[in-house]
């Protein structure tokens, strides 16, 4: 089956830095546009940030925008969210998924392939 593993997770202090990793398993997904979610307890899942299959284009929500940022990797199609200035409302599970129609979406509906997630936790 084809799946996405996201990695990177941990517990930070208010004001720390983490970076998350999204590697694909079994299809490579060098041609497709990618995206990050996250979802904290007894919230809706929503949208962090995406990038274009090329790279060359990036979307964040504007909770994140200036603190987090997507990035794609030569190696094995991997993609990273770095995540600095983090704050305990940041604390949630972050998945990454594979938009599966055009750039830019926002949408759960737009995105296949999920990972499991990872957890970030960020104390105050």
């Known amino acids: 089956q084809v799946q996405l593993v996201e990695s990177g997770g941990g517990l930070v202090q208010a004001g720390g830095s983490l970076r998350l990793s999204c590697a694909p398993s079994g299809r490579t997904f060098t041609n497709y546009h990618m995206g990050w979610f996250r979802q904290a307890p007894g919230k809706e899942r929503e949208f962090v940030a995406s990038?274009?299959?090329?790279?060359?284009?990036?979307n964040y929500a504007d909770s994140v925008k200036g603190r987090f940022t997507v990035s794609r990797g030569n190696a094995k199609n991997t993609v990273y969210l770095q995540m600095n200035s983090l704050k305990p409302e940041d604390t949630a599970v972050y998945y990454c998924a594979v938009d599966r129609t055009t750039f830019g979406g926002r949408c759960t509906d737009d995105f296949s392939y999920w990972g499991q997630g990872t957890q970030v936790t960020v104390s105050s």
């Open positions: 990038i274009s299959a090329s790279g060359g284009n990036t």
